[in-house]
């Protein structure tokens, strides 16, 4: 698995024409109340739903702080 700020860097290589909303991006991976009421999701590795949802909290704020320069 790669790091998530690689998955974002590559996405202005892979798609040079479409003008990417970083910001939308960063924010829709950390909005998790549409999916609460769905039912959980096929998940292809060991992790449950919780543990999904724990990480793209704590990623997102780190991704934005390198993809921004800002100090922890």
């Known amino acids: 698995m790669e790091p ?3 998955t974002l860097r590559k996405l202005k290589k892979q ?3 479409v003008a990417h909303d970083y910001h939308h991006i960063l924010k829709s991976l950390v ?3 549409d999916a609460e009421s769905d039912p959980d ?3 292809y590795f060991k992790a449950n739903w919780k543990e999904v949802k724990t990480f793209f ?4 704020p780190k991704v934005t702080r390198e993809a921004i320069k800002l100090a922890p």
């Open 4 to 6: 998530l700020i690689d």
């Open 15 to 17: 798609y040079p024409s």
């Open 31 to 33: 909005y998790f109340a």
């Open 41 to 43: 999701p096929e998940i």
């Open 57 to 60: 909290s704590k990623e997102v």
